[in-house]
């Protein structure tokens, strides 16, 4: 396997928070990588930096050995690089297939035009994806209508219509029942297995990202803490003390 996402000595700070200090790692071709760590440990600002929501103060952020730490983020997502968020970013009074078509965000058109412009194999794109989260049922439904679950899974089938080669995920199962939550990960292995897409997943339910991940990454306190599989992060004292033990 080699390196999709190169994270060297990556520093940002907010006024005098430094939410992120020299942070480097590596997500590998292919794989589901996890990020842990505790409340204001600095995951969000990191993947924030890689999309290029924010610029970084210092370090360099390589995406398929292309330094894309100057990028926009339509430049990044251009590239097949996409993530998705803790809260949902739905049209709630669209109906399931129009949140999907409107989800191809990077093609400089308005939204108008993004809905009225897209040709047959995207709407058989979109009934396909939305069959494959198991809403296919419901994509005539408002997506306001949907439970917050569900919602999530037609958040998750909108980033799959723009073809990712990686999806950062920000806490997917956060706000699902336990029984969605099952499906969820199903799907998402099947994702990463199937469709070829890297996962690199921020994720607080334990079993979740002990189950799926290759490899983790630990934060504390804006810095790296430690690194390793499933089974060496969960024993390993440093991670017991500042976050599993909390
Ligand atoms: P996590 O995702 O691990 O909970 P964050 O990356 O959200 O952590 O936050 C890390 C630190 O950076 C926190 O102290 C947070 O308050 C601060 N922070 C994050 N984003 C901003 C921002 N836009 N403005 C000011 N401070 C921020």
Redo the contacts with the bound molecule.
């Keep these: 396997m080699s390196a999709i996402i190169e994270v060297s000595h990556v520093s940002k700070s ?2 005098g ?1 430094k ?2 200090e020299d942070i480097s790692l590596t997500v590998e071709k292919g794989s589901i990588t996890g990020l842990i ?12 930096s890689i999309v290029g929501y ?1 610029p970084i103060d210092s370090g360099s952020i390589r995406f398929e050995g292309r330094e894309i730490s100057k990028l926009l983020v339509p430049e990044i997502a251009r590239l097949g690089l996409l993530r998705t968020f803790q809260q949902t970013r739905i049209y709630g009074k669209m109906n399931c297939v129009e949140n999907m078509l409107i989800s191809i965000p990077h093609r400089k058109m308005t939204l108008l035009e993004a809905f009225r412009r897209n040709t047959p194999e995207e709407r058989e794109r979109a009934e396909h994806l939305l069959h494959f989260v198991g809403l296919y049922e419901k994509r005539w439904l408002q997506a306001g209508s949907l439970s917050f679950g569900q919602q999530k899974l037609l958040e998750f089938a909108m980033a799959l219509m723009n073809e990712p080669t990686v999806l950062l995920l920000d806490e997917p199962t956060a706000g699902i029942n336990p029984t969605l939550i099952n499906g969820l990960i199903d799907r998402l292995k099947h994702a990463n297995r199937e469709f070829g897409i890297t996962l690199f997943i ?1 994720e607080h339910n334990m079993r979740v990202i002990m189950n799926m991940a290759d490899r983790i990454y630990c ?1 504390a306190h ?1 810095r790296l803490l430690a690194e390793g599989t499933p089974e060496e992060i969960q024993n390993d004292q440093r991670v017991i003390d500042a976050y599993l033990g909390a």
């Design positions: 907010f006024g928070v939410a992120n760590g505790p409340n204001g440990s600095g995951k969000t600002t990191l993947f924030n924010h921020i934060l804006g």
